[in-house]
């Protein structure tokens, strides 16, 4: 892991992102996803977030945008998606999607990082869509079962397995 911890990013200089026009895809035609694995500051709790239409918790991620950094992308989503102020901590790495393709879904490369949750906003961009809340290691782990990807990922954080 590196340590390329950066100051975090401010919500306020953000704006919501609407579409798939400035979507990134890879030479294989992946689509790109920036996310987070937001934990507390003494890395006892991740937050996962869960969608009201689909069940299931799942870190925030979304789509790597032309226009911004994989990292600045990461931010973005988790105050879009989990209304919080991060501190990115570490590169975590990518992940290829290992749930079977359906066959007019499009397969996807997550590129995850490790951050600090510094604070938690009252109102955020999807809001009224998601559900947020804060995790052990071991209820993420079971919570994060169809979705091992998402598990990998927190496996790479320096959460504590307590």
């Known amino acids: 892991m590196s340590g ?3 100051a975090g990013s401010s919500s306020r200089s ?3 992102r609407i579409g798939r026009s400035k979507q990134r895809y890879n030479s294989k035609g992946e689509r790109l996803v920036a996310g987070v694995v937001p934990l507390t500051a003494d890395s006892n709790y991740v937050l996962l ?6 069940k299931g918790w799942v870190l925030p991620k979304g789509g790597w945008e032309s226009d911004e ?4 992308a990461a931010a973005r989503e988790a105050w879009e998606e989990a209304g919080i102020s991060i501190q990115v901590d570490y590169d975590l790495g990518n992940f290829e999607e290992k749930r079977p393709p359906k066959s007019s879904k499009e ?22 869509k ?20 998402l ?7 320096t959460m504590n397995r307590t």
Request: charged content about 30%; glycine content about 2%; some cysteine.
């Open 4 to 6: 390329s911890g950066s």
């Open 14 to 16: 953000m704006q919501s």
């Open 49 to 54: 977030i869960q969608s009201n239409r689909r």
């Open 69 to 72: 950094t994989c990292q600045d």
């Open 107 to 128: 397969r996807s490369r997550y590129y995850f990082f490790q951050a600090t949750v510094l604070s938690e906003l009252d109102d955020w961009p999807e809001k009224h």
């Open 130 to 149: 998601r559900e947020r809340q804060w995790f052990t290691y071991t209820q993420a782990m079971e919570t994060l079962a169809s979705r091992p990807e």
């Open 151 to 157: 598990q990998e990922a927190l496996e790479r954080s």
